[in-house]
């Protein structure tokens, strides 16, 4: 079974410059979540979709920050202007479902330095 | 407020040692994961906990929900145990979202 997917894997830019990621979660997992997590911290949830709605955007700094999953499946998280206290890892996971007892299975991440 | 706190922060072991994470949270919770995370990001899901214990080959996971507590230990840690290990609960107040803790940086010495 392929996992969770993600793209790129590094990103560097300068700040005030656009950044996009994706993440294609494992098939017929109907929860997605992107994660961001700072270096020598604990992921930090941004925003989690069941199929194509948000379930939980509360996190998500909204004025620079957002996501979209419209076809229920693949998922893109943008970030327009990056700032420096960006830089970090972006996690995506999927599960099967919303229950508390699911399991998450993360993808590899997306390295980003902003310069 | 929701919290979830691990100790140590990093911990230095020798090949063979036993070895003991712990986590514990502020309020009730429906479920605790314990996570590993090696070099380069990826994570993979260790155990999921509700109550009790569980095993899977040289790793064990309690919690004590009474006393808002879990632990992970590795008995006869090995260098490929070298990893960060992360304690995530979904508070019962948060609907489907996991609270993570900090980490535990976890080596392993031959």
């Known amino acids: 079974e392929a996992g969770v997917a993600q793209s790129p894997r590094y990103k560097i830019i300068e700040k005030r410059q656009s950044v996009a990621f994706w993440c294609n979660p494992i098939?017929?997992?109907?929860?997605l979540y992107w994660y961001q997590q700072i270096l020598g911290q604990g992921p930090k949830l941004l925003i989690q979709?069941?199929?194509?709605?948000?379930?939980?955007d509360s996190q998500l700094p909204k004025d620079r920050f957002s996501a979209e999953r419209l076809k229920g499946v693949d998922s893109t998280l943008k970030i327009q202007p990056a700032k420096l206290e960006d830089s970090a890892v972006y996690l995506c996971?999927?599960?099967?479902?919303?229950?508390?007892?699911?399991?998450?299975?993360f993808g590899p991440g997306t390295r980003l330095l902003v310069l | 407020k929701n919290e979830v706190e691990q100790s140590p922060q990093n911990l230095t072991a020798q090949e063979g040692e036993f070895i003991t994470i712990n986590c514990s949270y502020s309020?009730?919770?429906?479920?605790l994961h314990w996570l590993q995370q090696h070099p380069g990001g990826g994570i993979v899901s260790l155990f999921m906990l509700s109550s009790g214990k569980k095993k899977h080959g040289r790793l064990i996971a309690t919690i004590n929900i009474q006393e808002k507590h879990s632990s992970l230990h590795i008995t006869a840690s090995h260098p490929r145990d070298s990893a960060v290990y992360i304690c995530a609960v979904r508070f019962q107040t948060s609907g489907s979202r996991l609270t993570f803790g900090e980490g535990t940086q976890l080596t392993v010495n031959p």
């Open positions: 098939s017929g997992h109907a929860t």
């Open positions: 979709f069941q199929n194509n709605g948000v379930v939980d």
């Open positions: 309020v009730g919770i429906s479920a």
């Open positions: 996971a999927s599960s099967l479902d919303l229950g508390a007892r699911e399991t998450q299975y």
